[in-house]
């Protein structure tokens, strides 16, 4: 597998856990509350730091 074609790669995979972080984020919310929020937002930053 050629460098460019592993980025891409890692690039679509980053994106893909972010929507499923901000999925699960919303699910936590409705389910959870405040607590759901908190767990929410603690692994906000986490996924944005992933993503760039």
């Known amino acids: ?7 891409q ?3 679509r ?3 893909a856990f972010c929507r ?3 999925a699960a984020g919303n699910l936590l919310l409705r389910l959870g509350g405040c607590c759901g929020w908190c767990h929410a ?3 906000g930053p ?3 730091l992933q993503w760039g």
């Open 1 to 7: 597998m050629r460098s460019p074609d592993l980025i």
């Open 9 to 11: 790669v890692v690039r």
């Open 13 to 15: 995979l980053q994106k």
């Open 20 to 22: 499923l972080n901000l």
């Open 41 to 43: 937002r603690a692994l």
């Open 46 to 48: 986490v996924a944005a």
